[in-house]
C-alpha cells in the first residue's frame, strides 16, 4: 500500500469556452499527451506532467499546480452530419423556452403547466416541420404540377405521374402519384427519428456520478444539484415515439383527406367510405394517444431514472407507420373519374397549427407572469416547518421580466413558419417558373411571407437606435478610458477604439430589448396574416386588387419582396449547410451556435441538436471526485466563457464534502450576464449565492470590453470573499512603457491568461484551499 503526496499536490483543470481550443494552446506547449477520453472529449496534459501527481515524490511536490486541459469542442463541431443539425435550428430554440420559466417554488401546479405548454408547441413545430415537406411533395409536385400537363411536361422526370404524359400510366391515379410523394415526408420523419436515436445513444446514455440527493430546504437549491438532472434518457426516449407518430399521423392525414374527400361524394363507393372513416378514428385516436404520451410525464431528476418505457417507445411509432401503410394503401385504390385540381386543404391546417402555436404562446406568457409575481419563498436551513424569517430573492434582472421563455418560443414558431414558408414557396416557384400553372402554395403561406418586409422594417429601426446609442456611450465613455489610464493628451484614435469596444460590449445587455421587440412584432404581423388569408381566402396581392392605388401598391411589394427574401434565405441556408457539410472551419462557425443553444437537456424537443453538457458534466464530475478522493490535493476548476458555466454544472453535481474541497475560477463569464438573466430559475442570484457557498472559494475575472463575460454580482459575506475582482484593464496599457515596449490589443473575450491577474487570482485560491488527509490506495 502507499500514500498519496498531498502536502503541496494541486490541479488546476482547464475548460475551454465556445468555439473550442486546442490542447496545445490551452497548456502553452506543443507537446501534449491525452491521458484520458477519445476522439469526442478528452482531458490533455503537457508530456512532461503526465506523472506529475502519480509519479515519485518530488515530482509530486512542486509549488506550481499541474494544468490538465478538457477538450469538448467535438461534442457541437465533429464531423459532416453536424450540418444537418441546421434543420433543427427551431427544435433548439424552443427547448431553450423550457428552461426560460422564472424561478418559482418546486412544486407549484403553474410550474408543471409550464412545461406542459413548452412540450406541445414542441410538439406543434414537429407537426409544421413535416406538413411543410407534405406541402412540397404532396400537394405542389404530386397533386399540382403532375396533374397539370404543361407543368409535368415542363419536367420530364414527373412525366410517369402524368395521366396525359404516361397516357394513362398505372401511377398517374391521383391517389397513387400521393401514396408515392407521401414517401418523402415520411423518410424526413424517418431521419429525424435516426438522428435523435444515434445521439441519444451517445449523448443521454451517459450516467452520470451516482450519489444520493441532497435536501432541498435550502434557500438557493437549483435542480443543476439534482442526481439525474443531466440524464434524460428516458424523457427523451418517450418523446422521441411520441414526436415520431406525430410526423407518421401528419403524413397519414395529407395523403387519406383528399381520398375520404373524394369518397365522400354523392355516388362514392360505400366500402371505401366504410373504411376511410374507420381511417380517420384511428388517426384521431394516435392523435389522441401521442399527446397523452408529450402531457403524462416530465423530466425525473431526483435520482438516475435508468428505466425505459420499451412498450410505448416500440409500439407508438409502431401502431402509427402502419396505420400509414394502410392510408397508403386505401388512398391508392383505383377510384374511376378522380381527378387532380386545385390545392390540397393545406389552408386549414397550416392556419390551425398558427392559431394553435399563437394560443399555446399567449398561455405560456400568462403562467411566466404568475410565476414571475409568485414569491420564491423557502424556510430558513434548519427551520424545515418555516417558523422563522422566510427568505425572498430578487428577480431584478430576469429578463423581460419573465417573459423570457414565451417570447423564445415565439421565435421558435416564427422560425419553423419561415423555413416552411420559404421551403414551399421556393419549389412552387421551381415548378412553375411563370406562375400560370399551379396554384401555388398554401394562401396563408404567402401572407406569413408578406409581413416578413414589415418585420425587417421594425427591426431596422431598432437597430438605428441601438447604433445610436452606442454612439453617444462612446463618446462618454472616451472621458472615463482618459481618466482610468491617466492620460491627459492621449492619443484620441486609441481612446476612441477603448471606448468604442465598451460601448459595443454593453450592445448584449440589450438583447432582452431586441427579442421582445421581435417576438411582438412577430406576433402581431402573423395574427394579421392569419386574420387576412382567412377572410379574403386570396393573396395579399389579390385581395388588393380594386383598393386605393397606395394600398395596392404596398401589398403586391410586400408579397414581391417577401417572396424573395423568403426565397434568398431558403438560399443561403442550403448554401451554408452544404458549406458546413464539407468544411470543418464552417462546421466550427455553426458550433459556436450550438456551443450555447445545446447546453440544455431534450427536455421539450427530441429532435432538437443533443445536449453535450450530459457528457461534459459528468466527464468533469467524474475527473474532480476521482482526483480529490485520490489525492486529497488541493483542486482549481478554471472555465473561461462557456466552459465556466460547465465548471459550475459540474460543481453542483459534486457530493457536498467534495464540492468543499474545490475552487472555482471563472473569467469572461456569462453565468450572469446570460444565464443568470435568461435562465433565473437555474442560475439566478439565489442559485449562485447557494455554489458560492458551498465551494471552497471562487473568483471571476472580467473586463468592460468584453459582449460575453461579466460579473456574477456577488458581494463578499460569511460565505467568503467577495467573487468578482474589480474589471481587468483592457488593454493593460494605453501606450509604450518598460513592461510593454510594443502596443497592447484590446483583447475583449479572449486571452484571460495572459492577464496578469489570472496567475495571481490562481494563487490566492490555492491558498485559501487546504489538502486533506489521502485515503490509502493500492
Not at 410525464?297 to 435520482?303: A, K, L, Q, V, Y
Not at 407508438?316 to 374511376?336: K, N, S
Not at 474541497?661 to 450572469?672: D, F, K, N, Q, W
Request: aromatic content about 8%.
Amino acid at each position: 500500500m502507499e500514500r498519496v503526496s498531498a502536502d503541496r499536490t494541486a490541479l488546476e483543470l482547464l475548460v475551454h469556452g465556445v468555439g473550442g481550443a486546442r490542447p496545445e494552446k490551452m497548456l502553452n506547449d506543443p507537446r501534449t499527451v491525452r491521458i484520458a477520453g477519445d476522439d469526442t472529449a478528452a482531458l490533455f496534459r503537457r508530456a512532461d506532467d503526465v506523472t506529475a501527481d502519480t509519479g515519485p515524490a518530488d515530482d509530486r511536490g512542486r509549488d506550481a499546480p499541474v494544468p490538465e486541459a478538457y477538450v469538448w469542442s467535438n461534442l457541437t463541431s465533429g464531423n459532416g452530419t453536424r450540418a444537418l443539425w441546421l434543420l433543427l435550428l427551431p427544435f433548439m430554440v424552443v427547448n431553450l423556452a423550457h428552461w426560460m420559466r422564472p424561478a418559482a417554488r418546486e412544486g407549484l401546479r403553474a410550474v408543471r403547466l409550464y412545461g406542459l405548454l413548452v412540450r406541445l408547441a414542441a410538439l406543434s413545430l414537429t407537426v409544421l416541420l413535416v406538413a411543410a415537406a407534405c406541402e412540397v411533395a404532396v400537394d405542389l409536385t404530386a397533386w399540382q404540377c403532375a396533374g397539370t400537363t404543361a407543368c409535368a411536361a415542363r419536367h420530364s422526370w414527373l412525366g410517369f405521374l402524368s395521366p396525359a404524359v404516361s397516357d394513362g400510366g398505372w401511377w398517374s391515379l391521383p391517389g397513387r402519384r400521393l401514396a408515392l410523394a407521401a414517401l418523402v415526408p415520411t423518410a424526413l420523419t424517418g431521419l429525424l427519428w435516426y438522428l435523435s436515436h444515434r445521439t441519444w445513444r451517445a449523448y443521454e446514455s451517459q450516467e452520470p456520478l451516482d450519489r444520493m440527493p441532497e435536501p432541498e430546504d435550502g434557500p438557493g437549491h437549483t435542480a443543476l444539484g439534482r442526481p439525474g438532472f443531466w440524464y434524460g434518457r428516458r424523457l427523451v426516449a418517450r418523446l422521441r415515439a411520441a414526436h415520431t407518430a406525430a410526423g407518421l399521423l401528419t403524413v397519414a392525414a395529407a395523403v387519406g383527406t383528399a381520398a375520404v374527400r373524394q369518397d365522400r361524394r354523392p355516388g362514392g363507393p360505400p366500402v371505401l367510405d366504410v373504411f376511410g372513416r374507420l381511417l380517420e378514428a384511428s388517426l384521431v385516436a394516435g392523435a389522441l394517444a401521442t399527446l397523452w404520451v408529450v402531457c403524462r410525464r416530465g423530466r425525473s431528476e431526483h435520482r438516475l431514472d435508468r428505466r425505459l418505457d420499451a412498450h410505448l417507445v416500440h409500439r407508438l411509432p409502431l401502431a402509427a407507420f402502419a396505420l400509414l401503410a394502410l392510408t397508403l394503401v386505401y388512398a391508392g385504390w383505383e377510384r374511376p373519374g378522380w381527378h387532380s385540381g386545385g390545392r390540397l386543404p393545406g389552408d386549414a391546417v397550416f392556419g390551425g397549427l398558427a392559431l394553435a402555436q399563437g394560443a399555446l404562446v399567449v398561455a405560456l406568457a400568462v403562467v411566466a407572469r404568475a410565476l414571475h409575481h409568485c414569491p420564491r419563498e423557502v424556510s430558513a436551513p434548519g427551520d424545515p416547518d418555516g417558523m422563522a424569517a422566510v427568505r425572498h430573492f430578487p428577480q431584478e434582472r430576469c429578463a423581460l421580466r419573465g417573459l423570457g421563455g414565451p417570447a423564445v418560443a415565439m421565435l421558435a414558431c416564427a422560425l419553423g413558419g419561415v423555413m416552411s414558408g420559404g421551403v414551399s414557396q421556393r419549389v412552387s416557384d421551381w415548378l412553375d417558373g411563370t406562375g400560370t400553372y399551379l396554384d401555388g402554395p398554401p394562401v396563408l403561406l404567402t401572407w406569413q411571407a408578406s409581413v416578413i418586409p414589415v418585420l425587417i422594417v421594425v427591426l431596422l429601426v431598432l437597430c438605428g437606435l441601438l447604433a445610436r446609442r452606442t454612439l453617444l456611450l462612446t463618446r462618454a465613455e472616451q472621458d472615463a478610458v482618459a481618466g482610468e489610464y491617466e492620460v491627459r493628451h492621449g492619443d484620441p484614435a486609441r481612446t476612441r477604439r477603448i471606448a468604442r469596444a465598451r460601448a459595443m460590449a454593453t450592445l448584449t445587455d440589450r438583447g432582452p430589448l431586441l427579442v421582445a421587440v421581435t417576438s411582438t412584432a412577430t406576433l402581431l404581423l402573423g395574427a394579421g396574416a392569419l386574420v387576412g388569408a382567412f377572410s379574403t381566402g386570396k393573396t395579399p396581392a389579390r385581395a388588393g386588387d380594386g383598393a386605393q392605388p397606395f394600398v395596392q401598391g404596398a401589398a403586391q411589394t410586400a408579397q414581391a419582396l417577401g417572396s424573395w427574401l423568403i426565397g434568398l434565405g431558403f438560399v443561403l441556408f442550403v448554401t451554408w449547410g452544404r458549406r458546413a457539410y464539407k468544411d470543418a472551419s464552417a462546421r466550427r462557425t455553426i458550433g459556436i451556435l450550438w456551443d450555447v443553444g445545446t447546453f440544455w437537456p431534450r427536455a421539450a424537443h427530441p429532435f432538437a441538436p443533443p445536449c453535450y453538457a450530459e457528457r461534459a458534466v459528468p466527464d468533469l464530475t467524474w475527473r474532480m471526485a476521482s482526483w480529490t478522493r485520490a489525492t486529497g490535493g488541493r483542486l482549481v476548476i478554471s472555465g473561461h466563457s462557456q466552459g465556466s458555466v460547465l465548471a459550475a454544472a459540474a460543481a453542483w453535481q459534486l457530493k457536498p464534502s467534495d464540492r468543499k474541497r474545490v475552487a472555482l475560477l471563472t473569467y469572461g463569464s456569462p453565468i450572469e450576464r446570460l444565464y443568470g438573466r435568461w435562465f433565473p430559475a437555474h442560475f439566478g442570484p439565489a442559485a449562485l449565492a447557494a455554489l458560492h457557498e458551498d465551494i471552497a472559494c471562487w473568483r471571476n475575472l472580467y473586463r468592460l470590453t468584453d459582449p460575453i463575460g461579466g460579473p456574477v454580482r456577488l458581494s463578499g459575506d460569511d460565505c467568503g470573499p467577495r467573487v468578482d475582482r474589480e474589471p481587468l484593464a483592457d488593454p493593460l496599457a494605453y501606450g509604450r512603457d518598460e513592461a510593454h515596449p510594443l502596443p497592447t490589443p484590446i483583447l475583449g473575450h479572449s486571452d484571460y491568461q495572459a492577464d496578469p491577474a489570472f496567475a495571481e487570482e490562481r494563487e490566492k485560491l490555492l491558498g485559501r484551499l487546504r489538502p486533506e488527509v489521502p485515503q490509502q490506495r493500492t
